[in-house]
């Protein structure tokens, strides 16, 4: 079992900056693929962005790229994600989902594990 607890969400304005933490323990060595996704209000979960463990590859929404960065701290068995010039659209829960198996680090049905998720609200 792998447990992920988010933390770092809150009430930023347009142009801010917020970095979200994602602690997971348990059986963190199982884990290949760490992945932030979000899901705003009245829609979908949508990826925002995923880790390798071993390698440190990153992938990134299109969208997103350039201005939210994630990295990995192996000591701590925590995930970052660093968000810059914050738009109201990006207002959403964000989690954080582990992977123990290969597979499409952009898709939900790839991971195993979830966390609680973090508010991020965004105000104009």
């Known amino acids: 079992q792998v447990q992920l607890v988010e933390s770092g969400g809150g009430l930023v304005q347009t142009g801010g900056s917020l970095r979200l933490s994602c602690g997971a323990s348990g059986r963190t060595h199982s884990t290949i693929t760490t992945g932030w996704f979000r899901q705003p209000p009245g829609k979908e979960r949508e990826f925002v962005a995923a880790v390798t463990w071993s390698t440190g590859l990153t992938s990134y929404a299109e969208s997103l790229k350039g201005r939210f960065t994630i990295s990995r701290d192996n000591a701590k068995s925590t995930v970052y994600l660093q968000m810059i010039s914050l738009k109201p659209e990006d207002t959403a829960v964000y989690y954080c989902?582990?992977?123990?198996?290969?597979?499409?680090?952009?898709?939900?049905?790839?991971?195993?594990?979830w966390g609680q998720g973090t508010q991020v609200t965004v105000s104009s």
């Open positions: 989902a582990a992977t123990t198996r290969l597979g499409d680090s952009s898709g939900t049905r790839t991971y195993d594990y």
